[in-house]
């Protein structure tokens, strides 16, 4: 057994610190390991106790009997290195630390932490600044939280990990008035050592659990909970998150638009999209939507049936769903059919969704019938059916007519109550239908099974980058790359760029202008400007007459405006016809390196239209960027214009990716800005770029 199964489920406890006052934090652990039917050892350990709780208490942890299994320190900072020390010396596996006053209060207390750290040596430690963990699966709290006052706490299959103490004791109480069981709950604290990654690698081996629910601040070991979750995406075990920190203003990088147009939170959405993680946005729909998963039933379209017995209710339900995307067609002629034999009235309303029986009352068989006859029907992929102010007489009704149906049909069924009636969405969670108190809860349900089933991992993305860094680009020094510098090194990973030369006086510009075709473009040249435009060091449209005017008069303007003295000009061809997009480089303090695509030119940080993806990237993450821009319709011939490249798009945004994963840490930040998309056939080109080296 590794170390955490044993402190999942000890056999032997020991309680550092322990009070005989169940009503003081130290006395609670014990006081709950009995309560709840904890058939293991229990050691408390306190000098000033020959016994509490009927047990024989330790003067010190030298005097157990035994190592124990699991050892929960209730005492304060300035002594719980000590009792981590004589623990580990003891050969204990792992410890909970509760206590506060560590990384959490700054230097000092981070310092603390750190000595904590050192005195575990390899025993396993959870917490500190940890409310503790609870297996209602076997029934151990090894915990304070004073949600476990509770006489009764069901067991079930989903399971919480916590960084906050207080969420589990919240989550654990909401979810028994809601007759929902949890299989583990565990509080993470600080992360001096084990964190969220850890435990959801545990997890998905724990038959015991079928989701796993977690609420974080953000994550201490991004690429351990990168591989915890493909895990558990590969088990098909969904993970449903809740991550605070969404009001956040966003970083911005030292010189591109990139780093402003991803912003941290951002980051993380792309993160689990990634992993196929499911985030939701509202607290409570931490614990609907895990609810809803642990159902174990796939939804394979977007075709919803609403049977109702109240017609406003079905009204806000539908609106839910299309606020979600669902729709909900009326039924095919044989399901209208079928349920205008089932309802025999007058009153039929069969031919509409949602199906309303208001008038054809609510008769057990009529009921059951209908819900057989939806689950049934070739129209529909889910059913929700909601249960009016008339099912507060019959709280059997709803869960009859719909567990009769369930091993009829794989396809989700939900329960909308629409009355206040928590004891009748309790009993129907706890007879294994999911039952919900808002209709946006429905949707939300509804979305969370749909992205769960379209996630499917995929195998990294290959491109024909050359396999180490060319050597033109390694002998780059630390610093920021002019512009024709940056886009040699985009040219060496596959990405194109336009037709350009170099020029260093307004004379040399005006004769290579005349080598090239059409209308031109001029800029300055220089390392120090990253934003030429906002200083005057762009034009556009010049024929090659007007270049050597424009040029000296770009050089004299800008060097005052700046008080940067250019290297020189840069004259290149005027794309015309495509598409402008901004592809970036950013790397994020807490996530690491990714990339950004997004609506560009010098309105890009103005519409931030964009998608980001974390490294590595797929072929299929690619694609999924280009289709979630609001702007993508432009390459698709919106309203006549010419399909765009997105073959090109989508191999220059592998490739660019490529190159970030080559330049590892050397690379700080690297933009392409306008990257021209073409007409379908003609590519894309690199119209303007920048890139930062360490």
Known sequence: ????????????????????????????????????????????????????????????????????????????????????????????????????????????????????????????????????????????????????????????????VSQSGGILGSLLSRAAGRGVGFSKLVST???????????????????ATAVIALYIEGLRSPQQFRAAALKAAKAGKPI??????????????????????????????????????????????????????SQGRALRGKRVAILTSTGGAGTLVADACGLEGFDTPPPDAATTKQLALLQNSEFAASDRNPIDLTLAGLKPDLFGGMVGALLASESYDALIVIAGSSALGQPDLVADAVTRNLSNSDKP????????????????????????????????????????????????????????????????????????????????????????????????????????????????LSREIAHKSEVGGVRVGLMADEVREAGAEMLRAVTAVSGVVPEGLLVQEMVAGGVELILGFHRDPQLGPSILLGMGGVTAELLKDTSVRLLPITAGDARAMVDELRTAPLLKGYRGRPHGDIEALVAAIVCFAAMAESLGERLAEAEINPLFVLPRGEGVLAADGLMLLN
């Not at 604290?189 to 038959?207: K, R």
């Not at 990139?258 to 931490?286: C, H």
């Not at 069924?413 to 209709?439: D, E, K, Q, T």
Request: a negative charge.
């Open 240 to 293: 449903v998150v809740f991550k605070v920190g969404r009001s956040e203003s966003g970083e911005r990088a030292a010189i591109s638009h990139t780093g402003a147009l991803a912003g941290a939170d951002r980051m993380y959405d792309a993160f689990f999209a990634q992993l196929g993680v499911t985030r939701v946005l509202k607290f409570e729909d931490l614990l609907d939507v895990p609810i809803a998963l």
């Open 413 to 524: 069924v939900l329960v909308y109550m629409s009355p206040h009636a928590p004891h009748i969405v309790a009993h129907l969670n706890r007879r294994g239908v999911p039952a919900f108190s808002s209709p946006e809860s429905c949707g939300a349900a509804l979305a969370a099974l749909w992205r769960q089933g379209q996630y499917k991992p995929q195998a990294p993305a290959t491109s024909p980058m050359p396999p180490e860094t060319p050597p033109f680009a390694a002998a780059f020094a630390a610093g920021a790359l002019n512009e024709a510098e940056a886009k040699q090194v985009f040219a060496a990973y596959g990405i194109p760029a336009v037709r350009e030369a170099i020029a260093a006086t307004p004379e040399e510009a005006a004769a290579v202008g005349r080598k090239l075709p059409g209308r031109l473009v001029l800029k300055v």
């Open 189 to 207: 604290g600080n992360e001096a050592d084990l964190d969220v990654s850890d435990f959801v690698d545990y997890l998905v081996d724990d038959p």
């Open 1 to 160: 057994m590794s170390a955490i199964d044993k402190l999942i489920a000890p056999r032997r406890v020991a309680v550092i610190g322990a009070s005989g006052d169940p009503g003081k934090t130290a006395g609670r652990p014990i006081a709950y390991l009995q309560k709840h039917g904890f058939a293991g050892e229990i050691y408390p350990v306190n000098p000033r106790s020959a016994e509490i709780a009927g047990l024989k208490c330790y003067p010190d942890v030298a005097s157990l009997p035994q190592a124990p299994d699991v050892a929960i320190v209730l005492v304060g900072p300035e002594r719980a290195a000590d009792a981590v020390r004589q623990l580990a010396a003891l050969g204990t596996p792992a410890a909970i630390v509760l206590a506060s006053g560590y990384a959490e209060i700054g230097p000092e207390g981070a310092q603390r932490q750190r000595e904590l750290k050192e005195a575990a040596g390899a025993m396993r430690l959870l917490g500190p600044n940890a409310i503790g963990l609870v297996n209602l699966t076997d029934k151990i709290m090894l915990s304070a939280s004073g949600a476990l006052e509770m006489a009764d706490i069901p067991s079930g299959r989903i399971a919480v």
